[in-house]
């Protein structure tokens, strides 16, 4: 039963354009919302958050928007680079165990 | 220079042996976490601990056992009783359990290879 998704495992996109990765979750009464991006036997890298209080967090080219009542999170790259390819996960923080919940991640390609 | 270290970048293990894998960190965390990254599949949660002589069952604990003597590390050991031990393991500390909205920080990950 999974409480976070990712329902897309793979995306490719041109260089310069958008990527747009997308999360779901289940619990509304989750608060903090992360994403992280991880290369091949490399220990994943936070990448940018989001507090519930907010829709929207910006840093750089990565913007995370989040909409709670269809309990969905998107990061939105722009522009795309080749180096952003690599496996992006999207995080959840249960503020009640104190646990991270983590979505089975999106590899992402960006193509030249 | 703060970070996390894991050891040995790469581990083999025999039908039958215990194997403990290291997770060090030096940002003065009080929680540390393993997960557990098979092809294809999310991060799952096996151990955590939110403080010194403290830990608690993750979502994958049978096999696996940890301790927490010391605030810097959180060795996982994988016995014998873990039967598909092969997958990369990744270590990871946060300020404080139960601080809101705390990020989480991860290792370089081990992985674990059976013979």
């Known amino acids: 039963d999974q409480q976070v998704k990712q329902n897309s495992p793979s995306l490719s996109v041109q260089e310069g354009r958008i990527s747009i990765l997308n999360c779901d979750y289940t619990n509304s009464m989750f608060d903090y919302f992360l994403w992280y991006k991880k290369y091949p036997a490399e220990g994943p890298t936070f990448l940018i958050s989001?507090?519930?209080?907010?829709d929207k967090n910006e840093d750089g080219r990565f913007t995370v928007f989040l909409n709670k009542s269809a309990k969905h999170l998107s990061l939105h790259i722009v522009p795309s680079q080749p180096g952003d390819s690599a496996v992006y996960f999207c995080?959840?923080?249960?503020?009640?165990?104190?646990?991270?919940?983590f979505g089975t991640g999106t590899r992402l390609k960006v193509l030249a | 220079d703060g970070g996390i270290t894991q050891s040995p970048k790469y581990l083999f293990r025999k039908e039958g042996q215990n194997v403990t894998l290291s997770c060090e960190q030096n940002?003065?965390?009080?929680?540390m976490y393993w997960y557990r990254q098979d092809p294809g599949q999310g991060l799952r949660l096996i151990y955590y601990s939110q403080i010194v002589n403290d830990f608690q069952k993750g979502d994958i604990a049978e096999g696996y056992s940890v301790s927490r003597e010391k605030k810097e590390s959180f060795p996982l050991t994988v016995t014998s009783a873990q039967k598909n031990p092969t997958a990369f393991y990744l270590c990871a500390s946060s300020i404080a359990a139960g601080a809101l909205q705390e990020t989480q920080y991860f290792g370089p990950g081990t992985r674990l290879l059976v013979l």
């Open positions: 940002l003065n965390h009080d929680a």
């Open positions: 989001i507090s519930s209080i907010k």
């Open positions: 995080a959840v923080l249960d503020s009640g165990t104190y646990k991270y919940i």
